[in-house]
């Protein structure tokens, strides 16, 4: 299990200094979060102000 972004992702970055495991990176056009990397915490999702992180 990992989070993923999805495309309501505005880019503000907020997410990325809050993930414990340093899994949020900014992509192409979003930011990115890395499943081999992502622990599962939600802490990502509780920061977005779009609600774009979700667990798959
Ligand atoms: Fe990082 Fe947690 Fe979000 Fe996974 S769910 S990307 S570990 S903040
Ligand atoms: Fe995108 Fe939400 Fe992260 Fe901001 S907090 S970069 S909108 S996923």
Redesign the pocket.
Known sequence: M??KINDECISCGA?ES????N??SAGDGKYQ?DAD?????????GVCPVDA?QPE
Do not use: K, N, S
């Open positions: 990992a989070y997410c809050e993930c414990p495991t899994a949020i979060i990397v992502c622990i599962d915490c939600g802490a990502c999702a992180p």
